[in-house]
């Protein structure tokens, strides 16, 4: 698998224990990612699509039956009625005994699925109608798509992963974009998607899905378990969802402010808005749980893309706390919290104070996390200081997209 060019950075650090540069020296002025987004303005209810499941019973874990479930609950703490959901799960009604699970004395059971509105078998055909059905609305709304499965890692283009639907079949990066594509220019798509491999689908932004092509004119955003290189954490055949330590759940409780057990968690409203975006709640999840995923935004994956090895190397150098003052609440949170974990000096730089740490582990996790947050501030504020109106417009418009929220006016 190939090596991100931040961990390439981040290993230099730890082995070197340099500081290159003297820092970027950026304003202190507001960051786009202050500001409310467009789309929390609207009046037009919202669409959502469920996909889940494994593509065959020995790996279509009941972990992943009980993340639809707690997504279920998480609509109803918004007041969303699940008649606008239309929810795909592995084989769907035909009654077959398909989902995997541990039962009390540790044996491997199967049961049939048990969701509540299931509409029908994860296959590619109902994934593709219900885009088809989209396209042909009279007036464009929000949609959001939820995936919670296991993913397909593409060895000869990784920018073009896969996620595997039930009796196994595919569906690239590059095939859900060339759906998005047939949607109208101002049609607002968001996606969350926890499988392993799942930071490859952060090119759903690009047309046709290809990073090699201009961004798309719709507002599309992803919200992602881990990088495109690594898989992910969290299917599991085990019952007990209390135990249950994935992005998904991590995901959901930030947004909802209530956990898969029911429990009030604390508030992701990091800019005290009164509402938490999508990517307030992505901030949670990178702090909430000790996985050794690296969730990943669409933003973050283009972000980390503008950035050159020598800019990486001068963000490292730098003081944290002058890299925070640049940086909106949300991620302000993820940096000081992450820092916390690991036990860092705030006025001191990244790449001074990290010491060889196997990025395998929970701690290896932070550490990654940690400095692609670092990049991401950073970018953020070397793009608003340029003067590439195509990266600014890009920016903006991703930006708006993941500050947008489930918490709409609903009709």
């Given amino acids: 698998?190939?090596?991100?060019?931040?961990?390439?950075?981040?290993?230099?650090?730890?082995?070197?224990?340099?500081?290159?540069?003297?820092?970027?020296?950026?304003?202190?002025?507001?960051?786009?990612?202050?500001?409310?987004?467009?789309?929390?303005?609207?009046?037009?209810?919202?669409?959502?699509?469920?996909?889940?499941?494994?593509?065959?019973?020995?790996?279509?874990?009941?972990?992943?039956?009980?993340?639809?479930?707690?997504?279920?609950?998480?609509?109803?703490?918004?007041?969303?009625?699940?008649?606008?959901?239309?929810?795909?799960?592995?084989?769907?009604?035909?009654?077959?005994?398909?989902v995997r699970y541990i039962n009390l004395v540790g044996q491997e059971q199967f049961k049939s699925p048990e969701i509540d509105n299931l509409d029908g078998a994860a296959t590619v055909d109902n994934a593709q109608m219900w885009f088809e059905d989209l396209a042909k609305k009279s007036s464009p709304c929000?949609?959001?798509?939820?995936?919670?499965?296991?993913?397909?890692?593409?060895?000869?283009?990784?920018?073009?992963?896969?996620?595997?639907?039930?009796?196994?079949?595919?569906?690239?990066?590059?095939?859900?974009?060339?759906?998005?594509?047939?949607?109208?220019?101002?049609?607002?798509?968001?996606?969350?998607?926890a499988q392993c491999f799942s930071g490859s689908f952060a090119n759903l932004i690009y047309e046709q899905g290809n990073p090699d092509n201009p961004v798309a004119l719709q507002s599309r955003c992803g919200f992602f378990a881990t990088v495109a290189e690594r898989p992910s954490v969290g299917c599991t055949p085990a019952v007990n969802e209390a135990d249950y330590r994935d992005y998904s759940s991590s995901f959901f409780a930030g947004l909802s402010g209530i956990d898969r057990v029911g429990q009030p968690v604390m508030s992701a409203d990091y800019n005290t808005d009164g509402t938490v975006s999508y990517a307030e709640a992505h901030a949670f999840a990178k702090v909430d749980k000790e996985t050794t995923d690296w969730p990943v935004s669409t933003l973050e994956v283009w972000l980390q893309k503008q950035a050159s090895e020598d800019q990486i190397s001068e963000i490292f150098a730098q003081p944290m706390d002058d890299i925070l003052s640049q940086a909106a609440p949300h991620r302000q949170y993820v940096v000081r919290a992450l820092s916390e974990k690991l036990s860092l000096d705030l006025n001191q730089p990244y790449s001074s104070q990290m010491s060889p740490v196997d990025f395998e582990s929970v701690t290896g996790a932070y550490w990654v996390r940690l400095g692609m947050e670092l990049i991401n501030i950073s970018m953020t504020q070397q793009i608003q200081q340029s003067d590439q109106a195509d990266l600014k417009r890009v920016l903006e418009q991703i930006t708006n997209c993941e500050n947008s929220s489930l918490a709409m006016p609903q009709s």
Avoid at 27 to 43: D, F, H
Wanted: aromatic letters at 12%.
């Fill in 142 to 193: 929000p949609a959001f798509f939820y995936f919670t499965g296991h993913g397909f890692y593409n060895n000869e283009n990784p920018d073009n992963n896969a996620m595997i639907l039930w009796e196994e079949k595919l569906v690239s990066v590059q095939q859900l974009s060339g759906w998005l594509d047939q949607l109208p220019p101002e049609q607002p798509f968001v996606a969350m998607m």
């Fill in 1 to 98: 698998m190939r090596t991100p060019s931040f961990l390439t950075q981040l290993c230099t650090a730890s082995l070197m224990g340099v500081a290159i540069g003297l820092g970027l020296g950026w304003s202190r002025q507001a960051s786009t990612e202050n500001q409310p987004a467009a789309l929390q303005t609207t009046t037009v209810p919202m669409k959502f699509l469920v996909l889940a499941g494994g593509g065959a019973p020995h790996y279509n874990e009941i972990a992943l039956e009980k993340n639809v479930r707690y997504f279920q609950r998480t609509l109803n703490s918004f007041g969303i009625n699940l008649a606008s959901t239309r929810q795909y799960f592995a084989n769907g009604n035909d009654g077959q005994p398909t």
